[in-house]
């Protein structure tokens, strides 16, 4: 069955007949926060994530999966994907009450959050790996592998105390240990195959050149525009000659509706060292060449437009003084 999966994951991983730039880890992982604004009221967020590709929604109040995606059921039946429904819906039940119980001894105070996070990652040649991990206020608290809960060393004796008691929970050890290790990933390569159409989709990226709002008298602020490129992983910078510059400044990849992404990065110089310097976009859509958009190139249009606007407006005005004259 470990041979079966290795030879599907060599197909099916996205990026996997690209360049070795782009031969990434697949994660697959739902999340739960919990929010505890008392001993009596708490609120669940939930979602799942193939990568940083959400495919279900979560209804904290029926315990029901939304199927954000064509292929999100995976190739499970009705019946598998109830009987996980129910089994995340019972454990987002669960541990807050397990958290309140023991609000004293692990000296929490309210409102706090607990964030956990559980699923599985697949690489080309590897083994599947299954995690679960649980943070309190954003740092990390436990983390579960091989049967057994580990305390996070910046979680201090709290994070021993939890662990302590989750060790306890021997049959529920176990039955998490099955899921992290067989129905996760079952479910995962089912997802990458069901959505392997949509996940090797390769979009293009369009890029140009503009300027920023000047920082100070004398330098530029020069901005490198890559948009509507897919998948994410994209690399830009801006270059002098073949060295990459230090000053590059990299904005957030943000989403568009299509679901493709927007990045722009940006370099404050001095206008007389502009000459030279170009922006580099590397993306997997691009078969191996790289786009390079040269500073030299984008100026001249500037200098085209008060070339010709200049003199136009110049020989307005001798025309209206010629006809005044007149």
């Given at each position: 069955m470990l041979l079966l999966q290795l030879v599907l994951l060599t197909v099916l991983v996205p990026g996997g007949d690209t360049d070795d730039d782009f031969q990434e880890p697949v994660s697959f992982r739902t999340i739960l926060t919990t929010t505890l604004w008392n001993n009596s009221w708490t609120q669940n967020l939930g979602s799942v994530w193939l990568d940083e590709l959400q495919t279900h929604g979560w209804d904290s109040k029926t315990g029901a999966f939304s199927f954000l995606r064509p292929w999100s059921r995976s190739n499970f039946s009705n019946e598998e994907l109830m009987e996980q429904e129910k089994s995340f819906y019972t454990f987002?039940?669960?541990?807050?009450?397990?958290?309140?119980?023991?609000?004293?001894?692990?000296?929490?105070?309210?409102?706090?959050?607990?964030?956990?996070?559980v699923g599985c990652g697949l690489h080309v040649g590897e083994?599947?790996?299954g995690f679960m991990q649980i943070a309190y206020e954003g740092s990390d608290l436990v983390?579960?592998?091989?049967?057994?809960?580990?305390?996070?060393?910046?979680?201090?004796?709290?994070?021993?105390q939890v662990s302590k008691l989750f060790?306890?929970?021997?049959?529920?050890?176990?039955?998490?240990?099955?899921?992290?290790?067989?129905?996760c990933p079952h479910f995962l390569l089912g997802l990458l195959d069901a959505g392997k159409e949509d996940l090797q989709r390769q979009v293009r990226p369009e890029a140009w050149l503009s300027t920023g709002p000047s920082p100070s008298p004398g330098r530029l602020l020069l901005v490198c525009h890559v948009s509507g490129f897919y998948p994410k992983p994209v690399w830009v910078t801006w270059m002098r000659g073949e060295e990459e510059h230090q000053g590059t400044?990299?904005?957030?990849?943000?989403?568009h509706a299509d679901g493709t992404w927007y990045l722009q990065t940006s370099l404050d110089v001095e206008a007389r060292e502009?000459?030279?310097?170009?922006c580099r976009v590397r993306h997997s859509s691009l078969g191996g060449q790289d786009m390079v958009l040269y500073w030299e190139q984008h100026r001249p249009v500037g200098l085209?437009?008060?070339?010709?606007?200049?003199?136009?407006?110049?020989?307005?005005?001798?025309?209206f003084w010629l006809w005044k004259r007149w």
């Open positions: 987002s039940i669960r541990l807050p009450l397990i958290f309140q119980d023991h609000v004293s001894e692990w000296q929490l105070e309210y409102p706090f959050q607990v964030q956990v996070a083994q599947s790996v983390s579960f592998q091989n049967t057994s809960w580990w305390p996070s060393p910046k979680g201090g004796r709290r994070a021993q060790n306890q929970e021997h049959v529920d050890n176990l039955q998490l240990q099955a899921c992290v290790s067989d129905v400044r990299r904005g957030d990849i943000l989403p502009a000459a030279g310097l170009s085209v437009f008060l070339a010709v606007v200049v003199p136009l407006v110049l020989l307005a005005g001798l025309a």
